[in-house]
């Protein structure tokens, strides 16, 4: 299975500033086809997640673009500029190459 | 718009089964696959596997093979995940969710298993 490891496993970020998070994955997530298979969500407290980042890079419908990803093949990030009340909870990422789909443990976004 | 509606909370006992239930709505059921994940109490997000909504074909992760079953309504643009034999650690929200992209989620069912 391919192992997908985040840090930090916490951030407390003023709002107004900037955030980001880390994400590593155990096998490249270059598929074939020239698409990089990893995927970001945020899951606020209480409630379900929500895709923020398809593909590495691009932004899922609805989402500000506040939150950009970016990475290579195996070494992701997760940026949030100007950080606001609304992004706190925790942030998954996760890949889809292959079965089985597996997520990262999460980090865990609070406002200072 | 879009919304995948699950149904409500269940309290079982250990032994007994459960079958929960995802209701899509605002797109074509069948042109997107359902995915299911668990999440443990204060835990991090797995998958448990997806169903084929054209096919009924369903592909389990390896944790979920033995007691999980996977089923549509394709009628109903419904999709259901019983669990068989419930033990304590079967406690946990399982979430519906879509396509391989996981681009909408349902609100999820709270499972509790106790004696």
């Known amino acids: 299975d391919i192992v997908m490891t985040q840090a930090p496993l916490s951030v407390s970020v003023t709002p107004g500033e900037s955030a980001s998070i880390s994400c590593r994955s155990s096998k490249s997530l270059l598929s074939s086809k020239g698409i990089t298979s990893l995927y970001w969500y945020l899951q606020r407290p209480g409630k379900s997640p929500q895709l923020l980042i398809y593909?590495?890079?691009n932004l899922a419908s609805g989402v500000p673009d506040r939150f950009s990803g970016s990475g290579s093949e195996t070494d992701f990030t997760l940026k949030i500029s100007k950080v606001e009340t609304e992004d706190v909870g925790v942030y998954y990422c996760?890949?889809?190459?292959?079965?089985?789909?597996?997520f990262g443990s999460g980090t865990k976004l609070e406002i200072k | 718009q879009i919304q995948l509606v699950q149904s409500g909370p269940e309290l079982k006992k250990p032994g007994e089964s459960v079958k929960i239930s995802c209701k899509a709505s605002g797109y074509t059921f069948t042109d997107y696959a359902m995915n299911w994940v668990k999440q443990a109490p204060g835990n991090g997000l797995k998958w448990m596997g997806w169903?084929?909504?054209?096919?009924?074909?369903?592909t389990y992760a390896d944790d979920f093979k033995q007691r999980f079953v996977f089923s549509l309504e394709t009628s109903a643009s419904t999709a259901y995940l019983q669990i068989n034999n419930l033990n304590i650690e079967d406690t946990a929200t399982y979430f519906c969710?879509?396509?391989?992209?996981?681009?909408?989620w349902g609100q999820g069912v709270m499972v509790t298993v106790s004696s």
């Open positions: 996760g890949h889809r190459l292959e079965y089985p789909f597996t």
């Open positions: 593909r590495m890079s």
């Open positions: 169903i084929n909504t054209q096919t009924g074909k369903p």
């Open positions: 969710t879509r396509d391989a992209t996981f681009d909408y």
